[in-house]
Every structure is written in structure tokens, then in C-alpha cells.
């Protein structure tokens, strides 16, 4: 008989605690999930004062009398779990009224038939006595298995998305999840060994007593998880959102090409609404041959121009698979390249113009200068000549500036430093012969962005151009620096004016603040474009040093990594 | 369910002055815990104790878990009472409210602990001490929140309803004190406990009010109906005096009618006395939070006499 006491003062610490977790979780309402919680937890309390007041009976009809109340108890914990579940998953979408009468019909009835003696639920109860322990003995009818595998059921419906969260990479979703599938665990395993007779009193249900276990686990992921205070009930929400808001197109496939989800924008480009859309062949919708994915095998991409906006977009066809890598349907999205291939268009325009066109009408310009000139006017014949050359040169910088920015939109493709800079000073020397340039050696195994060329050519040729001495000196170093290098090209000319370096470090030019050319900004182009930088200096006794630091690249064929993260300038 | 509650440490009176001066002296961690038992309503419970043990004398019933369950039914409410007004409550009581406000966490878990451990000493008591644990919980939801669970709508809180907030006050208290201990005892309701009730009522309903009388501007301004913003501070004074004449009436009938025994009626005159002395106060006295507090400790006037009574009779 010492038994009673321990399990009472069990069960009265189970109440305790679970009415002090149900109080703490009552305050963090409206958070998803609070209510619930509460919900469970006071059928948890309620199941256990009821088996105390059953344990505390002394008659065969007081007995049946508590024993049927705490169905009230016993009901209300799968609901309270299954709709908890929901709602802190951010299914709340199932947690309405109609939902919830719906959950709660089975519970119901399983209280009218306790509390009305019905022998659905128990056909015969009698008293036995097991080690002086008076318990009640019930026969399970038909309706009592009906609601144990509808408790089982919805507990495993409530599990199973907080299952998902025990490998999510938030740690304290992780700690959440676990403490909340400890606590029901507890009691459900309890209640199993009670099902399958492996208690030692026959006649007692030790399920309230893993309440304990239970609040002791739910009070843990309240306070120590910070259970309301961070939830992941956003999350499918986000998703969603993040579907239906992207400013692409979106059909979601099965896989025999029936439209099974889209987006306003991807039914509206192709001239349908979602709901039209839905559980139509995407033959039939779009009667575009090259959009169905044909193998499935691949994320493929192919140009598609809708007849309904006659805009042009980039479709890609992306797989689903299932756990067995079998393709179950497609994402096919539409990304608007309309804007992209005007530009590409006008890109290609330019560099013909620059290309062709200018450099035909200044050769015109300087020949002509050439025939008119004689003794008198052959100083204005060669004012017109560099004239004529110089806006080549700056037609030619346009075109290198617009083939930079198409080089920009590819992968950056690696190239060895040491060539890149040699390419340089070779072609300055070509230009300048008089001009010494040095550069450091043994920069082999450097490899950065090929979009660096005329990064490189342009801030030698700069260093060299604008210095009016007889032998104009560059000298290039470069320095690495862990997963960066900063190469230095400093040279002994005049140096570089304020008005041409406040525009570049400003990043925009007016009216009255610009620089004379385009040499520089593409110089700070290219190497944004290789994901680095570049700062201008002043060199000793006179010049300009010009640093551009941009990241190391692993050449093609070899293992390695790029790092963006910049060095310390202590380093 | 408030009975609001000012502290002795309140600012701008003598006593003020008197107890910082004492307060200064003590060293840090009494004048915390001196501070928490002023603040987090554990003095409340405190008395509330006494009232049980006073309750059980005047039923002769048999000791029970039932003090202890009532001393943390009323700490668990009044602190999520104070948790709940703690931004009104900061111009008519600053120091409570920053000190509630500081410690909200921790006076939550504590509120919420003490309410579990209620409940679950409560079901020694069996499903009537469960019912009567759980109803001042229950009418504290209506009475201090304006939510309706499960649906979302709003309506008005019973602590801004006219004589409703009072009354249910009342109720609240009497059923507890009262009917706790007959739970526990497994005691039937007889005459003499529904005397003991009604005593319990008319008490609590006059203290309830004592402390709205100080807040009769703020009340007024934020348009909660008390008695004193309704009839006035006079008009208050004399109803309430004739609560206290009532009861007193009360106490001599059932000692006449032999539901209470004549000394223990001494007990509950003695306390009625002070209750009039208090009372004759209101809107004469400058010091009202002093008034309320003292209103409070009408019950250890009685729990003093009971216990002399007790001990030497």
C-alpha cells in the first residue's frame, strides 16, 4: 500500500508542473501554438487529478465515476497535440473552426458514451485488488479501440512535422522540436506498455505518471528553447509568399505535364489564370512544343516569347525527384530577358560603331588633313591628325568598355597574373617604346579574372602617357595576401589630377565634376568586376601609385576555392 | 482580482520618510527581500493565511493543506494582477511598478509555479477543493483580461464594470477562504459557514473600495466606475461604514442564533472596530495608501484576537 503515496506524489507533481507550464505558455498567446499547448497540457493535468481522485475511491461506482470523467482528459490531449502541431509549423491553415469541430467529433463522442455508461466504450468494469490496491478492471468495447488508434493517429500526425524540424540547421528549433517530442513520446510509450499488458499492476493506465516526464519536457522547451519566443511557424508561409510574390514566372508539373501549381505572373504570361490554369495539360495551355521538358533528365533553358505580353523570357525546367531520383515533375520558371537582349542589342550596335564606324571617319579625317597640308598649315594638319587619333583612342576604350561588362555577366575565367601583365607591358611598349617598365617576377602560380586585361593595360599605358619626361617609369609589384593580391603600379609622371580621382572614388560624374576620359573608369569597372577594387595614391618624389586588389582565383582543372572575404588592411 | 494595494514605502508621506530612514539601516538583501514582499503581493498571501486559520477556527475544522493552498492562490493572482496594470499602476505606484516591471519574468514563473502547486495540492482535497482552487484563476481571466479564448473578440473586462469589479472581488475571496477549508475538511455547508461566507464578503467588498477612494481622479480619467467616483468620498465613507455596522449586525445575529461562539464573535467585532476606525478616515486622512494598507491588516487584527482567544480561553 506504500505504493498509493508515490504514485500520488507523483501525480501531484505532474499537475504542478503542467498547470505551471500550461500558465506560462497562457502568456505568450497569440503565439502559434500557445492556445494549443494550453489545451494539451490541462488535459494532461486533468487525467492525472482524475486517476488521483480514482485511486482515492473506495467503491466500484465512485471508481467508474472518476474513471469516466477523465475520458475528458484523455481526449483532449491528441486534439490539443495534433492542432499545437499545426499551428507552431505554420499549418495554421487547418487550425479553423470547422477543422477543429471536425478533429474534435471522435473525442466528443467518446465522452457522451463514458460519461453515459455506453458499452461501446467498456462492456463490463469490475473492482479487483492487486497488492492491496483496489483498481478498476474495465473490458474495452469496440469504440475504446476506435479512439485509441484515432489518439494514436493524430499524435503521429502531430510528430511527424515537428520531426521534420529535429534536422533543421536552427539549433533551437532542434532543441524545440526534441523536448516537445520527448514529451509526448513519454506518456505514448507508457500508454503503449499498458495496451500490450507489460505494467505490473494490470489495473493501472501509468500514463499520467510520464506526465511528469511530459511537463517536465514542455517546461524545458518553453524556458530553455524559448519555444514561443522563437517559432518556425513562418516558414511555409515564406515559401508560399516567395512563390506567388517572385517577380518570375512560375508552373509547377507533374509528371505527365499537367499544370499543378503557378504563380499570377507565370499564369499571366501565359495568358491564363492560376485557377484556369490547374489540372490542365501545359500542351494545351501553351501550345509551344519547346516548352514541355522533355527528358526530365536535365535543368534545361530555352527562350520562349509569349504571344500575350510579347516579351521574351529565359525558361528554365527544373527537376523534382523523389527520394529514389525519380523525376516526378518539373519547375519551369520565366525569367523576363526582354530588357537584357535590348540591351545586348544595343551593346552590339555600339561596338560596331565605335568599332567600324568611328575608326573609318577619323582615318577620313586624318587623311584628308594630310592633303591639305603644306608648309604653312601643316602644324594645324597634325592638331587635326591627334585630333582624329585621339578620338579613335577613346572610341576604342568605349568598345573595350563594353565588351568588359559583357565579360562581367560570364564566370569569371581564371588566367595567370604574370601573362595578364606582360600582355600589358607589351602592348604599352609597342606604343612607348622609350618607356621603362618593370614588373616583379615569379608570379606563375598567381591566377586571377581575364576581365583584368584592360584593367592592366590601361593603368600602365596611364602611368606612361601623361609623363612628359624622356623616359617615362612604370614599375608594377604585387603582393599577395592569403587568398587576395594587390598589385601596385606606380609610376614617375605628374600624378593624377583631384578633379579625375574624386569622380572615381565618388562613383559619379556631373556636369562640372567629371574626368577627361574613360581610361580610369574602366580600370575601376574591371576590377569591381573581378570582385576587388582599386585606390589611388601618390607616389614619392612624384607620380601616382595605383593599387588594384582583387581576389586570387584556382586555375580551371584544379580543386580549391575562391574566397570574397577581403584581408585585414593590418595584414 | 485586486484589491489595489499601496505599500508603506509610498512616497511623500512621513511613514515614507520613517520606514526609508529604517529601510536605510537594514543591510542590501533585507531591504530586497523586504521590497519583494511588498511588492510581489507575498505579504498579501501572508494574510490571506491568517484568514484561513481564522475561517477553519470559527468551523472548528480540522488543520488542512488549505492555508498554504490559499497563500498561493492569492500570490499567483495579485502578481498577475500587478504584471497585468503594470503600466497603469505606474503613475499611481512607481516603485511597484518598476519593481514589477524589472522582475516580470521571474514573477511570472513564480505566479505560475505557486498556481500549480495550488491546484495540485488541491487535489488532496478532492474535486470540490479542485473546483474552488481553479475558480479565483477562472474569474481572474474575466476579470482582468478582455479576451475570449479561442475567439478573438474582445469585450470589457469585469474590473471596469461598476460594483461588478468590487463584487466579484468579494466572491472570489469568501469562496476561497470559506469553502477551501470545508473542501478539505470533506465538511458539509452548514449555517454558521454561510455566515462565516457572508462575513468574508462584506469585508473584502469594504477594503476593495477603501483604495479606489485615493484613486478617485485617476479612476475618473480613465473612466472606471467606482463607488467613490460615483457617489463621492463622502457618500462612500457612509456606505461602507454601513457595511461595517451591517456585518457587525451580521456577527451578533449569528451568536445569538448560536452559529458562531460568542468569543470568537469578539474576534470578528474586534476587527469590525478597526474596519470603522479605518473607514471613518477616508477623505479626512492626507495619507490614503496608508489608509488602504491598514484596511489590509484588519484580518491580523482578528487572527490576533482569535489566537489569544484560542491560547488563553
Known amino acids: 500500500m506504500v505504493f498509493?503515496?508515490?504514485?500520488?506524489?507523483?501525480?501531484?507533481?505532474?499537475?504542478?508542473?503542467?498547470?505551471?507550464?500550461?500558465?506560462?505558455?497562457?502568456?505568450?498567446?497569440?503565439?502559434?501554438?500557445?492556445?494549443?499547448?494550453?489545451?494539451?497540457?490541462?488535459?494532461?493535468?486533468?487525467?492525472?487529478?482524475?486517476?488521483?481522485f480514482d485511486l482515492e475511491a473506495a467503491t466500484l461506482g465512485a471508481k467508474v465515476f472518476w474513471a469516466n470523467l477523465r475520458w475528458i482528459g484523455v481526449v483532449t490531449i491528441p486534439v490539443g497535440w495534433a492542432l499545437f502541431s499545426l499551428e507552431y509549423t505554420g499549418r495554421d491553415r487547418y487550425v479553423r473552426p470547422r477543422y477543429v469541430v471536425l478533429l474534435s467529433l471522435v473525442p466528443l463522442l467518446t465522452v457522451v458514451f463514458a460519461l453515459t455508461g455506453n458499452p461501446l466504450l467498456y462492456t463490463d468494469s469490475t473492482l479487483v485488488v492487486e497488492d492491496g490496491l483496489s483498481l478498476l478492471d474495465r473490458s474495452p468495447g469496440p469504440w475504446f479501440w476506435v479512439i485509441t488508434a484515432y489518439t494514436y493517429l493524430l499524435g503521429l500526425l502531430g510528430s511527424v512535422p515537428l520531426l521534420g524540424l529535429i534536422w533543421n540547421d536552427s539549433l533551437p528549433f532542434r532543441g524545440q522540436s526534441a523536448a516537445l517530442l520527448v514529451g509526448i513520446m513519454a506518456p505514448w510509450a507508457?500508454?503503449?506498455?499498458?495496451?500490450?499488458?507489460?505494467?505490473?499492476?494490470?489495473?493501472?493506465?501509468?500514463?499520467?505518471?510520464?506526465?511528469?516526464?511530459?511537463?517536465?519536457?514542455?517546461?524545458?522547451?518553453?524556458?530553455?528553447?524559448?519555444?514561443?519566443?522563437?517559432?518556425?511557424?513562418?516558414?511555409?508561409?515564406?515559401?508560399?509568399?516567395?512563390f506567388e510574390r517572385m517577380p518570375d514566372g512560375a508552373i509547377v508539373t507533374d509528371g505527365h505535364d499537367h499544370i499543378v501549381d503557378s504563380n499570377e505572373t507565370g499564369a499571366a504570361l501565359l495568358g491564363t489564370e492560376p485557377r484556369c490554369a490547374l489540372g490542365r495539360p501545359l500542351r494545351e495551355v501553351v501550345p509551344d512544343e519547346s516548352l514541355v521538358p522533355t527528358d526530365g533528365s536535365v535543368s534545361e533553358q530555352r527562350l520562349f516569347r509569349s504571344p500575350h505580353d510579347d516579351r521574351l523570357y529565359d525558361v528554365t525546367a527544373t527537376r523534382i525527384t523523389d527520394i529514389h531520383d525519380r523525376t516526378?515533375?518539373?519547375?519551369?520558371?520565366?525569367?523576363?530577358?526582354?530588357?537584357?537582349?535590348?540591351?545586348?542589342?544595343?551593346?552590339?550596335?555600339?561596338?560596331?560603331?565605335?568599332?567600324?564606324?568611328?575608326?573609318?571617319?577619323?582615318?577620313?579625317?586624318?587623311?584628308?588633313?594630310?592633303?591639305?597640308?603644306?608648309?604653312e598649315s601643316q602644324g594645324v594638319a597634325d592638331e587635326i591628325t591627334a585630333s582624329a587619333s585621339r578620338i579613335d583612342e577613346l572610341a576604342t576604350k568605349a568598345r573595350e568598355t563594353i565588351e568588359l561588362f559583357e565579360q562581367g555577366r560570364e564566370p569569371a575565367d581564371p588566367v595567370s597574373l604574370a601573362s595578364l601583365l606582360d600582355d600589358g607591358i607589351a602592348t604599352v611598349r609597342e606604343r612607348y617604346p622609350a618607356a621603362r617598365i618593370e614588373r616583379e617576377r615569379d608570379l606563375d602560380d598567381i591566377y586571377v579574372a581575364i576581365v583584368l586585361e584592360p584593367v592592366f593595360e590601361n593603368l600602365i599605358e596611364n602611368g606612361v602617357e601623361h609623363n612628359a619626361g624622356s623616359e617615362p617609369s612604370v614599375r608594377i609589384e604585387v603582393e599577395p595576401d592569403g587568398d587576395w593580391v594587390r598589385v601596385r603600379i606606380a609610376d614617375d609622371g605628374p600624378g593624377i589630377d583631384d578633379y579625375e580621382r574624386s569622380p572615381l572614388e565618388r562613383g559619379t560624374e556631373t556636369p562640372l565634376e567629371h574626368g577627361s576620359g574613360l581610361g580610369l573608369w574602366l580600370a575601376k569597372w574591371g576590377a569591381e568586376l573581378a570582385g576587388g577594387s582599386v585606390t589611388f595614391g601618390a607616389n614619392e618624389p612624384s607620380g601616382s601609385v595605383v593599387t588594384v586588389e582583387v581576389p586570387v582565383l584556382t586555375p580551371s582543372g584544379a580543386s580549391?576555392?575562391?574566397?570574397?572575404?577581403?584581408?585585414?588592411?593590418?595584414? | 482580482m485586486s484589491r489595489r494595494n499601496y505599500t508603506l514605502a509610498d512616497e511623500g508621506s512621513a511613514t515614507a520618510v520613517?520606514?526609508?530612514?529604517?529601510?536605510?539601516?537594514?543591510?542590501?538583501?533585507?531591504?530586497?527581500?523586504?521590497?519583494?514582499?511588498?511588492?510581489?503581493?507575498?505579504?498579501?498571501?501572508?494574510?490571506?493565511?491568517?484568514?484561513?486559520?481564522?475561517?477553519?477556527?470559527?468551523?472548528?475544522?480540522?488543520?488542512?493543506?488549505?492555508?498554504?493552498?490559499?497563500?498561493?492562490?492569492?500570490?499567483?493572482?495579485?502578481?498577475?494582477?500587478?504584471?497585468?496594470?503594470?503600466?497603469?499602476?505606474?503613475?499611481?505606484?512607481?516603485?511597484?511598478?518598476?519593481?514589477?516591471?524589472?522582475?516580470?519574468?521571474?514573477?511570472?514563473?513564480?505566479?505560475?509555479?505557486?498556481y500549480g502547486l495550488a491546484v495540485a495540492l488541491s487535489v488532496l482535497g478532492g474535486p470540490v477543493a479542485l473546483a474552488i482552487t481553479l475558480f479565483p484563476g477562472a474569474l481572474w481571466v474575466c476579470y482582468a483580461t478582455d479576451w475570449i479564448p479561442g475567439t478573438g473578440a474582445h469585450v470589457r473586462r469585469l474590473k471596469d464594470v461598476f460594483l461588478v469589479n468590487t463584487t466579484v472581488v468579494a466572491l472570489a475571496w469568501a469562496?476561497?477562504?470559506?469553502?477551501?477549508?470545508?473542501?478539505?475538511?470533506?465538511?458539509?455547508?452548514?449555517?454558521?459557514?454561510?455566515?462565516?461566507?457572508?462575513?468574508?464578503?462584506?469585508?473584502?467588498?469594504?477594503?476593495?473600495?477603501?483604495?479606489?477612494?485615493?484613486?478617485?481622479?485617476?479612476?475618473?480619467?480613465?473612466?472606471?466606475?467606482?463607488?467613490?467616483?460615483?457617489?463621492?468620498?463622502?457618500?462612500?465613507?457612509?456606505?461602507?461604514?454601513?457595511?461595517?455596522?451591517?456585518?457587525?449586525?451580521?456577527?451578533?445575529?449569528?451568536?445569538?442564533?448560536?452559529?458562531?461562539?460568542?468569543?470568537?464573535a469578539l474576534a470578528l467585532l474586534a476587527g469590525i472596530a478597526y474596519s470603522i476606525g479605518v473607514t471613518s478616515l477616508l477623505g479626512r486622512s492626507?495619507?490614503?495608501r496608508l489608509l488602504a494598507k491598514a484596511a489590509e491588516c484588519e484580518y491580523l487584527v482578528v487572527f490576533l484576537v482569535v489566537a489569544l482567544i484560542v491560547v488563553f480561553i
Open chain 1, 190 to 242: 507508457s500508454n503503449v506498455l499498458f495496451l500490450m499488458d507489460a505494467v505490473p499492476l494490470p489495473g493501472l493506465d501509468p500514463t499520467p505518471v510520464a506526465f511528469s516526464i511530459s511537463g517536465v519536457a514542455y517546461l524545458g522547451a518553453l524556458t530553455r528553447f524559448r519555444l514561443f519566443g522563437m517559432s518556425p511557424s513562418p516558414n511555409p508561409r515564406a515559401r508560399r509568399l516567395l
Open chain 2, 286 to 288: 492626507e495619507n490614503a
Open chain 2, 175 to 264: 469562496v476561497t477562504l470559506t469553502f477551501l477549508p470545508l473542501a478539505f475538511a470533506d465538511d458539509v455547508v452548514t449555517t454558521p459557514t454561510l455566515v462565516v461566507f457572508a462575513y468574508f464578503f462584506l469585508r473584502v467588498f469594504t477594503n476593495t473600495e477603501i483604495p479606489n477612494v485615493r484613486d478617485v481622479e485617476g479612476d475618473r480619467a480613465i473612466g472606471v466606475l467606482t463607488i467613490p467616483v460615483v457617489v463621492g468620498v463622502d457618500r462612500t465613507r457612509w456606505i461602507l461604514l454601513g457595511i461595517d455596522c451591517g456585518t457587525a449586525a451580521l456577527v451578533v445575529l449569528a451568536v445569538h442564533a448560536g452559529c458562531v461562539p460568542a468569543q470568537l
Open chain 2, 18 to 114: 520613517l520606514l526609508g530612514a529604517v529601510l536605510a539601516r537594514l543591510p542590501s538583501s533585507s531591504k530586497r527581500a523586504w521590497n519583494a514582499l511588498v511588492y510581489s503581493s507575498a505579504y498579501l498571501s501572508l494574510i490571506a493565511m491568517a484568514e484561513v486559520v481564522v475561517v477553519s477556527v470559527l468551523l472548528s475544522l480540522p488543520p488542512s493543506p488549505a492555508a498554504i493552498v490559499v497563500g498561493l492562490i492569492v500570490f499567483a493572482v495579485y502578481t498577475n494582477d500587478r504584471l497585468a496594470d503594470a503600466d497603469t499602476d505606474a503613475v499611481s505606484n512607481p516603485e511597484q511598478a518598476a519593481f514589477v516591471k524589472r522582475h516580470r519574468d521571474v514573477l511570472y514563473v513564480s505566479a505560475s509555479v505557486a
Open chain 1, 328 to 375: 516526378i515533375g518539373h519547375v519551369i520558371t520565366f525569367h523576363d530577358v526582354s530588357e537584357h537582349v535590348r540591351q545586348q542589342q544595343r551593346h552590339e550596335v555600339l561596338n560596331r560603331v565605335f568599332r567600324h564606324n568611328i575608326r573609318t571617319e577619323t582615318n577620313v579625317i586624318s587623311s584628308y588633313a594630310d592633303l591639305l597640308a603644306d608648309e
Open chain 1, 4 to 52: 498509493v503515496p508515490i504514485l500520488s506524489g507523483v501525480l501531484l507533481v505532474t499537475i504542478a508542473i503542467g498547470t505551471a507550464a500550461a500558465l506560462i505558455a497562457w502568456r505568450e498567446r497569440p503565439e502559434p501554438g500557445a492556445v494549443p499547448l494550453v489545451v494539451l497540457l490541462a488535459g494532461q493535468c486533468w487525467w492525472s487529478a482524475f486517476l488521483i
Open chain 1, 560 to 571: 580549391g576555392h575562391r574566397s570574397t572575404e577581403r584581408p585585414s588592411d593590418d595584414q
